[in-house]
């Protein structure tokens, strides 16, 4: 089991910039063969994925984010990163990171974090 918490998270301008960090608590063996992803969760909806990252470094990303934002990981310190350009309001949301072992399916994701807060103020 792997434990997850995310940081960087705050308040940011229409336009600006964040990037949110995820720090995993699992050997670099261990942590280079999860998939690792990024969620949200706006005010009064669902959660939704942002973007995964799996074991071979591969990204993907959900539409509303394609150019925008950017996924990476670095398993010697065992931590994902999500870099966000360009914020506006709908980016508002409590993100989440998260960990899948075997697949990297939307689905497949069973190790979460406690969640940072982003704000995009217009």
């Known amino acids: 089991q792997v434990q997850l ?10 336009g600006g910039s964040l990037r949110l960090s995820c720090a995993a608590s699992a050997s670099e063996y ?6 690792m992803g990024w969620f949200r969760q706006p005010p009064g909806k ?5 973007a995964s990252i799996d074991s071979r470094g591969i990204p993907r ?3 509303p ?20 350009n360009s ?9 989440y990171c998260a960990a899948a072992q075997w697949t990297c399916s939307w689905r497949s994701f069973a190790y979460w974090g406690q969640g940072t807060q982003v704000t995009v103020s217009s």
Do not use: H, W
């Open 5 to 14: 918490v995310e940081s960087g998270g705050g308040s940011v301008q229409s």
């Open 30 to 35: 261990s942590y280079s063969r999860y998939c």
């Open 46 to 50: 669902e959660r939704e994925p942002v």
């Open 61 to 63: 990303y959900v539409d």
């Open 65 to 84: 984010v394609k150019g925008r934002f950017t996924i990476s990981r670095d398993n010697a310190k065992s931590t994902l990163y999500l870099e966000m």
């Open 87 to 95: 914020l506006n309001a709908e980016d508002t949301a409590m993100y």
